[in-house]
């Protein structure tokens, strides 16, 4: 097929994929958003006019455009027309504090911001009237020239623009979840190698993909830039929502999709999830938070389709993969490496452990970001070189082999708590706690102790049946593990600070406990 020639070769364009499918079948379903379905013929035509606008404006190869909005089809236009015009996308959060978007636009070194109304509200006022920035209104919501339909160009045909593989494709901020969100700089080279990989995962013209998740996340473009550059259908989510989110995968006969794991939890507990007809999917794929080999049991049994999860980083290096309909009694890994990335284990001294052994996850691919943007210490304290000087990222994370060469992932090396010289992971403690029936979900973090250094806390939300206190959870839970992985204190809560695309906010908690305590 027409697509199969240029994914032979070893590097190429997303955009100049999707004007393929649009010259090829026009009338296919590129978008769908609530009613509305726009093609790819339309979409390319909008691509094109971005293009050209950021051309009109002097936008020059590797300049930096940012954007903090919901999700249109406007934002996803915008994002592939920089590319065309070879610029570097920064899709800002809007769910982050006003002095780390202030932060992200700073470092991004942008002059245009792209917002709309919804996300306006979360930006500091000096910022957005700061002199040489210029802001246009994706939601055509300040009834001024500024507003996208009178930004916008009529003319489609932008200077073409060719990319090189080490060109920036786009600069995605880390969450700020452990500290100051810091921009990672993926290639173009990078991108070009997710959308292989997801020929390979089955995606294609065929594909109906269902993205959940906000299109600022690396979670959803790893998914949704990839159908688009294969020819597929993308039903987008503005919020993601349990029984909506099943309605639209049953009307609309979805194939695909990313989602994270909190996010099957929800739709697992759905009461309605046993109604709908989700015969359709032929593959679902998992990443950015621990997955909980319960959680994907259930998946596996009640869910067609195959299971994937997926471990990596946006800073890319290592992935691991893990199928889990082809493995279940692997569920408590995070799979193999995936062809062509080498991932081992060192110790605290950079050195590589004997198998078996316990140590950080680093990866080498050809997946990998260029670096933190404007930031070449921080860069360098990621990195880690074998002793043939190959590169390769480190992720922070503890694991461990197992005899058939899966990787078990014990815990966030910043997450681990040491107390009284013994080192104690969180994810044991919560495997542990998942075991109860009246236990939800649990999040366990390691507060300051006078006798011990640290120790361990855990905050638990508890199912509505059966009833149990506090306390005596906390002494079923302590009888049970070793002596120096006794949890010091158990605090119920109704739900665990989240980020949007559902990771745990342990700082948070660990902040709150301090606070309270």
Known sequence: MYLDEHLARPFGSIPALIHVTASERPTQPALILDEHTITYAELDRLIGRVASSLQRDDLTPGQVVAACASTSFEYVALFLGVLRAGGLMT?????ATPQNLSAMLANSGATTLFLDHASARH??????????????????????AADWSGWLATDATPSPVAPEPHWPF???YSSGTTGTPKGIVQPCSMRWAHVQRAATNGYGPDTVMLASTPLYSNTT?????????????????????TRRYLELAQQHRVTHTMLVPVQYQRLMDEPTFDDFDLSSFQAKFSTSA???????????????????????MTEGGGRCELEAHNYPHKLHTIGKPASGHDIRLINEQGQEVAPGETGEIVGSSAAMMEGYFGMPEKTREVEWFDATGKRFIRTGDIGRYDEDGFLILSDRKKDMVISGGFNIYPSDLEAELSQHPAVRESAVVGVPSRQWGETPVAYVVLRPEPNISAEDLLNWLNTRVGKTQRLADLVVVDSLPRSEIGKVLKRQLRDEYRAKN
Request: proline content about 9%; hydrophobic content about 45%; charged content about 20%.
């Open 91 to 95: 899709p800002l959060p809007p769910s």
């Open 123 to 144: 930006w500091p006022t000096d910022v957005q009237a700061a002199a040489g920035l210029k802001r246009v209104w994706l939601d055509n919501s300040s009834g001024e």
């Open 170 to 172: 786009n600069l995605i």
């Open 221 to 241: 473009l790893v998914a949704l830039l990839p159908t688009l550059a294969l020819g597929g259908t993308v039903v987008l989510m503005s919020k993601f929502d």
């Open 290 to 312: 621990p997955f909980s080999a319960a959680l994907k049991a259930d998946v596996l049994r009640r869910w067609p389709g195959r299971l994937t999860e997926i471990y990596g």
